[in-house]
């Protein structure tokens, strides 16, 4: 195990983006939202995607430096066309874009459609956050069969369609709540097999439908899948996932998994309301206040030292992470130094 500074990370990722072909700024954007990620402890999003991005790019998969194209707007909607650029860098231009609807007619729709991987979904909701607002997102994955069994199946029908919210808390850290509809996202079944360990019991089935914890069941051959999000009470999750594919896949026109095509990446459905617009701003931080503080005063489970709020977590994490170092896996550094190696990039032991 590898520990790094959040600058290191950036420093060392934007540089293998540069060799690869992307523009600098973009880099550096795309590699904000990955330590970020792993900063926050979500590190199925963070710098271990650097080696499929530049896979991407050199396939043609994600094109950087490509313009987005807005095909529909109104004053409070918007469509974007990202004809397959940097998912980072447009999902950030569209939720400043919702934001700034927000601002002049209470709430901005924005969605997104030929947009490549977006990485850790509240990213975003968090920027309206950041700006006194409440922000969600919706997110599937077209153009693949998916990755997910529906509930009571067993072959892949849904991807693990991510959905996220965030709103100001008055405090250091916003409540926000960043989760896939299924049980875990793919990206935590390839931690897993990365650092060769086992799953816990009721995340993957293998082909046939059985239960299993063995990650390399999930990748097959024959691939199994993803469970969805509630263990017996799956069909909730599933329910979540179908209204994810179905808000940012067909309202976007990206489309939903199904056959596999050509053209595969995220449909994407941002939202920001403007809290000033509903009530007043102060009013609304002050009720948040007291149910943070209400649900706080629970007397924790035996086992558990406190009950945390949505978004304290990762609060915590940063705060860890910030003063001793990101932990990265020996094999994921690996791949990392073997990606910037190929590129010419030296980056050290």
């Known amino acids: 195990m590898k520990y790094l500074t959040a600058d290191q990370l950036q420093e060392i990722g934007t540089r293998i983006l540069d060799a690869a072909g992307s523009p600098h700024a973009e880099s550096e ?25 530049v896979g991407q790019i050199r396939s043609g998969a994600i094109r950087p430096g490509t313009p987005i194209e807005i095909e529909r707007e109104t004053a409070a909607a918007a469509v974007i066309q990202a004809h397959q650029g940097w998912g980072m860098v447009i999902a950030r231009q ?18 997104v459609r030929g947009s490549q991987h977006v990485g850790r979904v509240g990213e975003y909701p968090t920027m309206a956050a950041e700006e006194g607002m409440i922000g969600m997102a919706f997110v599937n994955s077209y153009g693949t069969t998916g ?63 059985n239960p299993t914890t063995d990650p390399s069941s999930f990748y097959g051959p024959p691939p199994g899948a993803l ?34 095509r050509d053209e595969t990446g995220n449909g994407v459905y ?24 209400w ?20 609060y915590r994490t940063a705060q860890q992470r910030g003063a001793h170092g990101i932990p990265v896996e020996d094999s994921i550094w690996q791949e990392i ?13």
């Not at 954007?29 to 991005?53: K, T």
């Not at 941002?270 to 943070?292: G, H, K, M, R, S």
């Not at 649900?295 to 990762?314: C, D, I, N, R, T």
């Open 29 to 53: 954007a795309v590699c904000e939202v990955l330590v970020r990620a792993n900063l926050l402890g979500h590190d199925s999003h963070g710098v271990m995607r650097i080696p499929q991005y």
């Open 94 to 111: 569209a939720m400043r874009l919702a934001i700034e609807k927000a601002r002049q007619v209470a709430i901005g729709t924005v969605v």
């Open 147 to 209: 990755s997910v069994a529906p509930y009571g199946g067993a072959g892949r029908r849904l991807s693990p369609n991510p959905i996220a919210f965030a709103m100001p808390s008055g405090g250091p850290w916003p409540v926000m709540v960043d989760i896939t509809t299924s049980v875990f996202p793919e990206g935590k079944v390839r931690v897993a097999q990365y650092a060769g360990k086992q799953l816990p019991d009721g995340v993957i089935v293998d082909a046939d439908g």
């Open 227 to 260: 469970l969805p999000l509630g263990g017996i009470v799956g069909h909730k999750g599933f329910a979540l996932g179908i209204v994810a594919e179905l808000l940012a896949g067909a309202l976007s026109g990206a489309g939903v998994t199904g056959k596999e």
């Open 270 to 293: 941002f939202q920001a309301i403007n809290i000033d617009a509903l009530l007043p701003y102060d009013d609304f931080i002050q009720t948040v206040q007291e149910q943070i503080a």
């Open 295 to 314: 649900v706080k005063s629970a007397s924790p489970q035996p086992g558990v030292s406190e009950v945390l709020f949505p978004g304290e977590p990762e």
């Open 337 to 349: 130094t073997e990606t910037a190696d190929s590129l010419g990039v030296k980056i050290g032991a």
